[in-house]
């Protein structure tokens, strides 16, 4: 969070880095300031941050030169890896060497992805994120083609396959 030559944009509330190990071409983490544990531990108080992080991810996209040519997606893992809320932008090409296992792959092509919106829509709603049991389970799906829906056996024919997709 702090290292300069990962941050693309900072401001009184954010900072957006570059993801150190990008499962897509482009890949950004927005990261509140404020220390923030989970989405379990978001609260109402936090939905102009959120909606803030979101409209900085939607400029980080614009600001991005494959922006009419990619699609993105902003959103939180409902699980994540990491103890301090965070929004990913990221292209849906997945074209990446750091784009390994059935995990990664599951974990932005499934429900285990939350979207940004709708992360907003539910605290606003609800007053918390409420994520469903057996969301873990979502990580151990087949590989699925997230355009297509065609199932595959590996991450290399699933990255071979991917190919066909792109611009």
Same mark, same amino acid.
């Given at each position: 969070?702090?290292?300069?030559?990962?941050?693309?944009?900072?401001?009184?509330?954010?900072?957006?880095?570059?993801?150190?190990?990008?499962?897509?071409?482009?890949?950004?983490?927005?990261?509140?300031?404020?220390?923030?544990?989970?989405?379990?531990?978001?609260?109402?108080?936090?939905?102009?941050?959120?909606?803030?992080?979101?409209?900085?991810?939607?400029?980080?996209?614009?600001?991005?030169?494959?922006?009419?040519?990619?699609?993105?997606?902003?959103?939180?893992?409902? @699980?994540?890896?990491?103890?301090?809320?965070?929004?990913?932008? @990221?292209?849906?090409?997945?074209?990446?060497?750091?784009?390994?296992?059935?995990?990664?792959?599951?974990?932005?092509?499934?429900?285990?992805?939350?979207?940004?919106?709708?992360?907003?829509?539910?605290?606003?709603?609800?007053?918390?994120?409420?994520?469903?049991?057996?969301?873990?389970?979502?990580?151990?799906?087949?590989?699925?083609?997230?355009?297509?829906?065609?199932?595959?056996?590996?991450?290399?024919?699933?990255?071979?396959?991917?190919?066909?997709?792109?611009?």
């Amino acid at each position: 969070m702090q290292d300069p030559k990962m941050q693309v944009y900072k401001d009184e509330q954010v900072v957006v880095i570059k993801d150190k190990y990008p499962k897509a071409r482009h890949h950004w983490l927005v990261l509140p300031w404020e220390s923030i544990s989970s989405l379990k531990a978001v609260k109402k108080e936090h939905l102009a941050l959120l909606k803030h992080m979101h409209s900085v991810g939607e400029k980080i996209v614009q600001d991005c030169p494959a922006f009419s040519t990619l699609q993105f997606r902003l959103g939180y893992h409902a @699980i994540p890896s990491m103890s301090h809320v965070h929004l990913h932008v @990221i292209s849906q090409d997945f074209d990446s060497p750091f784009l390994k296992n059935k995990k990664h792959w599951n974990s932005f092509t499934t429900e285990y992805f939350l979207e940004s919106q709708d992360v907003m829509e539910m605290v606003e709603r609800n007053g918390k994120v409420t994520v469903k049991d057996g969301t873990n389970e979502l990580l151990k799906l087949p590989l699925r083609c997230h355009v297509c829906r065609k199932e595959l056996s590996t991450i290399p024919q699933l990255k071979e396959h991917l190919k066909m997709h792109l611009p």
